[in-house]
């Protein structure tokens, strides 16, 4: 679903700190710290999971899976562009 590498990528992306993520998914500070502290995909309660990439996505930042179309061709995050502008 989403790696730890992933969370931190997206939060350097968005300048948001651990807490913010945490407040804008409805889950705790130290769920955050632990699902970034996770090797690999991160482990969490589904709900919780869903609520940090919904938050994500709400926040207009895309998480590439395995094999989605990137530059480096490997997992990642991106910035979706705003309505009406090319990118």
């Known amino acids: 679903m989403i790696t730890a590498a992933q969370m931190r990528a997206g939060r350097a992306l968005l300048g ?3 807490r913010r993520l945490a407040e804008a998914a409805g889950v705790s500070l130290p769920t955050v710290q632990r699902m970034e502290a996770s090797d690999g995909r991160v482990r969490g309660n589904v709900e919780s999971l869903t609520r940090i990439v919904e938050a994500f996505e709400r926040a207009g930042l895309e998480l590439l899976g395995e094999g ?7 997992r990642g995050v991106r910035l979706r562009a705003a309505a009406g502008v090319a990118g």
Do not use: C, H, P, R
């Open 16 to 18: 948001w700190d651990q």
């Open 68 to 74: 989605a179309v990137s530059g480096a061709g490997g």
